[in-house]
């Protein structure tokens, strides 16, 4: 069973030391099943504070599993509020 880290998922995060699991723009959209264009929009959108975010050994911009999630659910909050403002 592949476990967070594992390079042959790429949608599985780097977990720390604490159990937290952190995801690249790239991993948390081959989590949340978007395109990498989607994870960018959040962050211009302020869904993902892009300022504040830690990177990798890489220069990468890393989010955790919790701060995508709640992006992903501010994201269709406003998707809906915005259907209904057009209904």
Same mark, same amino acid.
């Given at each position: ?14 977990? &720390?030391?604490? +159990?937290?699991?952190?995801? !690249?723009? #790239? @991993?948390? $959209? /081959?989590?949340?099943? %978007?395109? =990498? ?18 990177? &990798?050994?890489? +220069?990468?911009?890393?989010? !955790?599993? #919790? @701060?995508? $999630? /709640?992006?992903?659910? %501010?994201? =269709? ?11």
């Amino acid at each position: 069973m592949p476990r967070p880290g594992d390079r042959d998922n790429p949608a599985l995060g780097r977990e &720390d030391a604490n +159990g937290t699991i952190w995801f !690249t723009v #790239a @991993q948390a $959209a /081959a989590f949340t099943g %978007r395109d =990498r264009q989607t994870i960018y929009s959040w962050e211009r959108r302020g869904h993902l504070d892009r300022v504040a975010a830690p990177t &990798d050994e890489h +220069g990468r911009r890393i989010y !955790t599993q #919790a @701060q995508i $999630a /709640a992006a992903e659910r %501010r994201a =269709r909050h406003n998707a809906a509020a915005t259907q209904r403002i057009a209904a």
